[in-house]
């Protein structure tokens, strides 16, 4: 019987990416295959060099958009609507003290005050979503200000019947201004002054990645270059000439143009985002004295801190600390908000409104000291007037503090929005260009390969 042969069996096909390597590396052992390995991965890194610039530049200009056109002026808002609150307050006090009918224009005051803290309760409600800190703090000012107006249409119903019920309802609403609104307030003022905060380090980021890419195309494009001059003594290709100069131009727009927006938007910040902080600062410390100042007339001292002084009065005096200084000039001035804000004023005519109301701070605790003096004599009709009075009063001294401390925030915020709207102008068209010019680099680089693999058919 005869045995038939077995068959030997079929050897196992390999994997298809498995056979195109081999045929990718059989192709690279040739001069032809190497150039078009080079031209490939030449075009490949100039346009990830554009699309990298493009996003980064991109995301930075989206910053410095946030910067100009949502954070500063949300962080404005904040503080107009804890000066509306605290004045509002300080207004409720003063008409209380003018006695039991307060003047229209004590009252179209007030109101404008509240209508402007709702209104911008309402906005900025609109405009912080995603922002747990800032969401929480508006909803805790829309709960308690309609509570507050109560108190406060109660104690002016007292006070229009003469009753002494009237001052402990407006204590009573002072009390709830002091603990729960202008705290939330403020709160609500820092949560939009770190987010101004991160938005200007998001802007201001070095396009790290970027970079290294561009001089990752450049220095690859100047190989290939050199590669072809020593294989032809050929000095120049065109194709890669060309690409190189795109990708050199693309390089060059890159750091000058973020080098100018981090020049902006650091000059926005240190010339007009800064004195903003440091006038809504002193603006706020003006409006909580004269608030303790009319407040001590209401209570008469019927609150007393812990050591025994009168509430108000010490309030009124920290606040003027932190407003002015406890001396009249010099280093201790310089420390106080007001010297702050006239050493981050980098021009005359951000420094003359400072120094005014400087000036006049000084007058109002002159004019203060007198007061007090006619009170604990038992003149409290003089110490009334020398407070609410029309001439020579305190009242006539904090409005023009307050008007001084106005104008220098409209200088200031001009000052802002000016430098930074340089800078961001700055990263205009840069993300488009970039990839314009970076898809020209990468036709370029394959036209030059392209025009030495033509020499070997």
Request: aromatic fraction near 6%; charged fraction near 25%; proline fraction near 3%.
């Amino acid at each position: 019987m005869s045995t038939s042969s077995v068959p030997a069996p079929a050897s196992g096909r390999r994997p298809a990416w498995a056979e195109g390597l081999d045929e990718l590396r059989a192709a690279a052992t040739t001069e032809p295959g190497r150039l078009r390995v080079i031209g490939a991965v030449l075009a490949l890194l100039v346009v990830l060099f554009g699309a990298v610039t493009a996003w980064q530049i991109s995301d930075r200009a989206a910053a410095a958009d946030d910067v100009v056109e949502r954070s500063q002026p949300l962080t404005a808002d904040a503080a107009s609507i804890y000066r509306s609150l605290a004045d509002a307050d300080t207004t409720a006090a003063g008409g209380f003290l003018a006695g039991g009918e307060e003047s229209r224009a004590t009252r179209e005051r007030y109101g404008a005050d509240i209508a402007t803290a709702a209104e911008l309760l309402t906005k900025a409600s609109q405009s912080t979503r995603g922002s747990d800190g800032a969401g929480a703090q508006i909803a805790r000012l829309s709960r308690q200000l309609p509570r507050y107006t109560g108190l406060v249409e109660t104690a002016r119903a007292n006070n229009r019947q003469g009753l002494p019920l009237g001052g402990a309802y407006l204590r009573y609403a002072n009390e709830q201004m002091r603990t729960e609104l202008l705290p939330a307030a403020r709160a609500l003022y820092d949560a939009e002054t770190d987010r101004l905060a991160a938005d200007y380090d998001e802007a201001k980021a070095r396009p790290w990645f970027a970079l290294a890419a561009g001089v990752l195309a450049i220095g690859a494009l100047g190989w290939a270059q050199r590669r072809h001059y020593r294989r032809t003594n050929r000095v120049f290709n065109r194709g890669l000439l060309a690409a190189t100069a795109a990708s050199v131009a693309v390089l060059l727009w890159l750091v000058a143009g973020h080098t100018v927006a981090r020049t902006g938007l650091t000059a926005s910040y240190e010339h007009g985002a800064r004195s903003l902080r440091v006038l809504n600062e002193a603006r706020i410390d003006a409006l909580q004295a004269r608030g303790d100042e009319n407040l001590t007339l209401v209570a008469r001292g019927a609150v007393l801190t812990e050591g025994q002084q009168d509430f108000y009065e010490a309030g009124f005096r920290s606040g003027m600390k932190d407003l002015a200084g406890p001396g009249d000039h010099g280093a201790a001035a310089a420390k106080s908000r007001l010297g702050a804000a006239l050493a981050l004023a980098d021009d005359e005519a951000g420094r003359g409104p400072v120094r005014d109301a400087l000036t006049h701070v000084r007058q109002w605790q002159a004019r203060h000291a007198e007061a007090r003096t006619a009170d604990d004599k038992g003149d409290y009709d003089r110490a009334l007037a020398k407070v609410i009075g029309a001439d020579g009063s305190t009242g006539e001294s904090f409005d023009r503090v307050a008007a001084g401390l106005q104008k220098a925030l409209v200088h200031e915020q001009a000052e802002f929005r000016s430098a930074a709207d340089d800078g961001r102008g700055a990263l205009g068209g840069l993300p488009v260009g970039a990839g314009v010019l970076a898809a020209l680099a990468a036709v370029g680089a394959v036209l030059g390969i392209g025009r030495r693999l033509a020499e070997y058919r």
